[in-house]
């Protein structure tokens, strides 16, 4: 069962999560996961929640982001279509909740979806989802305004995704297509209409240690409730494609430093880690996460959830909800 969120453990410093990042000695590091793993303990026990996503509209989005595919100055060859049905949304969320994940998102590009006919139909399946199906219906729509907000609110959302991507220093490297305001903002309005919120980052941009820091102290002064810790999987035809890799260490160093500033928050890993953390993916739990992403990601695969599941059980967790 899940802890109560309140605690008096409001986690580490910037300047103590620094020099953890800076750690070079592996029996230092793995001492660092054991402080780690205590905390997330404390906040989820022995559980791991799921969740699910469906590429909703793919490509053809204005956005210049450098990491992803579907941005307008990526040729990456990726499948590019408009909004999918409410009955296929409604579909794969069944099949989510059949296939363990507690929390379904629907995940649209571009710089934000459509008022009128694009959101009133997301609206709808979320309607059909929060009462026909056991499982919570999310949703990653762009950068949208409190009155969509709370319009999905009404149609039975439960939580709002919004990445902030990196840190502020270094966001107008990776996009320069919008400012930083707008993505704290989305998130701030979130809020303001009532809903959970899940906000993170990508890991691996070019971002200097220091930048991932200040990522996640931005994400700890928003109180946000879910992180979604990336990593990035450098995708042909994108200005990222060359990028070297984060090593194992690396990632999981990123996830110990995340549970140890945001104690009480689920940090929740997600795309890039099969590529990332390899024949290390088990150790994301000794680092501290809690939930983690199964199935496929926006353009790229994941691994048979089958794997995933019994890579839960063989860690000694079980599935759970998260908050």
Known sequence: MQKNRQSENAGISPEQALKYLE??????????????????????SDTVSACSIINAKCGSCPENCAFCAQS???KAKIDVYPLVSVETMVVQARKASEQGSGRYGIVTSGRNVRKGKELDQ??????????????????????LDL??????????????????????????VICSTRNYKDQTDTVRNAKKAGLSVCSGGIFGLGESKAQRVELLETIRELGVDS????????????????MKQLTPVECLKIIAVAR????????????????????????????????????????????????????????????????
Not at 23 to 44: H, I
Request: hydrophobic residues 40%.
């Open 227 to 242: 992180v979604p810790v990336n990593f990035l999987n450098p995708i042909p035809g994108t200005p990222l494609e060359n």
């Open 72 to 74: 307008n100055r990526s």
């Open 122 to 143: 997301i609206c709808r399946a979320v309607s059909i989802i929060a009462g026909d199906l056991p499982i919570k219906p999310c949703a990653s729509l762009g950068i």
């Open 147 to 172: 009155e969509s907000l709370k319009q999905l609110k009404g149609a039975g959302l439960t939580r709002y995704h919004h990445n902030l991507e990196t840190a502020e220093s270094y966001f107008k």
């Open 23 to 44: 750690l070079e000695d592996f029996s230092e590091v793995v001492c660092l996961f054991g402080k780690a793993y205590e905390q997330k303990t404390r906040y989820s």
């Open 260 to 323: 140890l500033m945001l104690p009480n928050t689920n940090i929740r890993i997600c795309g890039g880690r099969e590529c990332n953390l390899r024949d290390f993916q088990s150790w994301i739990f000794l680092a501290g996460a809690d939930a983690v992403m199964i199935g496929g990601y926006l353009v790229t695969s994941g691994r048979d959830v089958k794997l995933d599941l019994q890579m839960i059980r063989d860690a000694g967790m079980r599935l759970g909800t998260d908050n």
